[in-house]
């Protein structure tokens, strides 16, 4: 039997919001992420990669088809469980970032990193050194609306990466606004989770990360 953490059953997803046509955003896919593997999401703009991450944390629902997640399929579970099996086992950086303005970047990482947002000691040790290796220290304190895009990223980075138990990284665009250093530092972070058994779904289109693992392509989606 594998060890699979995730599994896309034949999962497509539409949009239908009355504004334009009927939008098929995922075409008909099927993969398994098994602990400790990383898939890179690949395919041009359009091709359904932040909608498929979407579906992988159960932020969105598939129209078609099945996702699985611990052999559980996530349709079974309601919304609030969803969310609290992410905060629980997931990192998770969407395209947006979805941070949340009026609170300090360290906030933002308890937040969503720490059961109920309370840090204890050594999360907050290990906050810190996350801080550190993506050249965030003395940022720790300011309110993230006052932040650069670059600097942004990296505090949802942080954020992902602050679960403590997270058993998968959904990451969308990681390296999109990092330079080469920063990049080179996430990819030592995300090499040594990937190691240490957590699973990662990336999409990305920087080949700095193709040491990471498999691709999965995308194509356009027929319309
Ligand atoms: N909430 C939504 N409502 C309607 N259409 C949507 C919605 N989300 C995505 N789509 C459409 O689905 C398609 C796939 O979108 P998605 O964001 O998944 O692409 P992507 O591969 O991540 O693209 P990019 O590389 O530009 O980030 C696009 O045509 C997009 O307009
Ligand atoms: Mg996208």
Do not use: Y
Not at 56 to 75: H, Q, Y
Not at 197 to 218: V, W, Y
């Amino acid at each position: 039997m594998t060890d699979a953490l995730l599994e896309f059953r034949e999962v497509s997803r539409s949009f239908d919001d009355g504004a334009r046509e009927r939008v098929e955003a995922l075409s008909p896919t099927s993969f398994v992420l098994a602990r400790g593997q990383c898939l890179r999401v690949l395919g041009p703009s359009g091709a359904g990669k932040s909608t498929l991450l979407s579906l992988a944390c159960g932020l969105l629902l598939p129209t078609a088809g099945e996702v699985r997640f611990e052999r559980e399929p996530f349709s079974r579970w309601r919304e609030s469980f969803r969310a609290a099996a992410r905060r629980r086992s997931m990192g998770v950086v969407v395209q947006q970032l979805a941070l949340v303005h009026g609170m300090t970047a360290r906030e933002n990482v308890a937040l969503a990193s720490v059961p109920d947002g309370l840090s204890t000691a050594s999360d907050r040790a290990a906050q810190s050194a996350l801080f550190d290796a993506l050249g965030l220290a003395g940022l720790e304190r300011a309110k993230v609306e006052t932040l650069s895009g670059g600097e942004r990223q990296r505090v949802a980075l942080v954020r992902a990466l602050a679960v403590r138990e997270a058993k998968l990284l959904v990451l969308d665009e990681p390296t999109a606004h990092l330079d080469a250093a920063r990049t080179d530092a996430l990819i030592a972070l995300l090499r040594s989770r990937i190691d240490a058994g957590c699973a990662a779904l990336i999409a990305t289109h920087d080949p700095r990360l193709d040491t990471l693992g498999e691709p999965l392509h995308l194509s356009s989606s027929a319309r």
